[in-house]
């Protein structure tokens, strides 16, 4: 079960946090790319704040960009939350 911050910080941020989860599912990711893909990425302040909510993980940097990942559990809940 998510903790109360994690699960407000998933509804808050859902429509990214489910597109993500079906464009990369747990794949890296970096958010040059989604937004290339035409993807609507939160601030990087926002990634942050999702990264200390335990929705994302940093995975290191890559070419000067954050390389990121989906907290497995989110993953989870997102795929349930699929037809």
């Known amino acids: 079960m998510a903790g109360r ?3 407000r910080a998933i509804r808050t941020h859902e429509p990214f946090l489910s597109t993500v989860a079906i464009q990369v599912g747990d794949a890296p990711f970096l958010a040059r790319d989604l937004r290339a ?3 609507a990425v939160p601030s990087d302040q926002d990634l942050r704040q999702l990264r200390e909510t335990g929705c994302l993980v940093r995975l290191g ?3 000067g960009s954050t390389r990121w990942r989906l907290a497995a559990g ?4 997102c795929r349930e939350g699929q037809p």
């Open 61 to 63: 940097r890559s070419r």
């Open 74 to 77: 989110v993953l989870a809940l």
């Open 37 to 39: 893909q035409g993807v």
């Open 5 to 7: 911050v994690t699960a």
